[in-house]
Nanobody, 125 residues
Framework: QVQLVESGGGLVQAGGSLRLSCAVSGLTLRNYGLAWFRQAPGKEREFVAGITWSDGSTYYTDSVTGRFTISKDNAKNAVYLQMNSLRPEDTGVYYC??????????????????WGQGTQVTVSS
């Protein structure tokens, strides 16, 4: 059974930091790209950051470049999103996703095969 389980969300003031975690089970990740998406109320789900599991290449949307860092732990089958200098516009539900045979740079949510349940991130001004 495939599971992606996110954790680490919460309420933080603008300028603060959070670290999201995604624990993956049931997949052989060397063939996958992993990504973080987010969805704000009334908006479409958008790509935030991605990573190619096989070589660790990383990809970011422009609005988070320099503030967010995606990383992975091969031994734990986990992917992380370190979020610094948070802004109110970063508020949303953050989802972890896996794209079989992908690189983690695809920005279309439709290309991803597996999803977690999401974790809420709220940044107050």
């Amino acid at each position: 059974q495939v599971q992606l389980v996110e954790s680490g969300g919460g309420l933080v003031q603008a300028g603060g930091s959070l670290r999201l975690s995604c624990a993956v089970s049931g997949l052989t990740l060397r063939n996958y790209g992993l990504a973080w998406f987010r969805q704000a109320p009334g908006k479409e789900r958008e790509f935030v950051a991605g990573i190619t599991w096989s070589d660790g290449s990383t990809y970011y949307t422009d609005s988070v470049t320099g503030r967010f860092t995606i990383s992975k732990d091969n031994a734990k089958n986990a992917v992380y999103l370190q979020m610094n200098s948070l802004r109110p516009e970063d508020t949303g539900v953050y989802y972890c996703a896996a794209d079989r045979y992908g690189l983690g740079r695809t920005r279309s949510a439709y290309e991803y095969d597996y999803w977690g349940q999401g974790t809420q991130v709220t940044v107050s001004s």
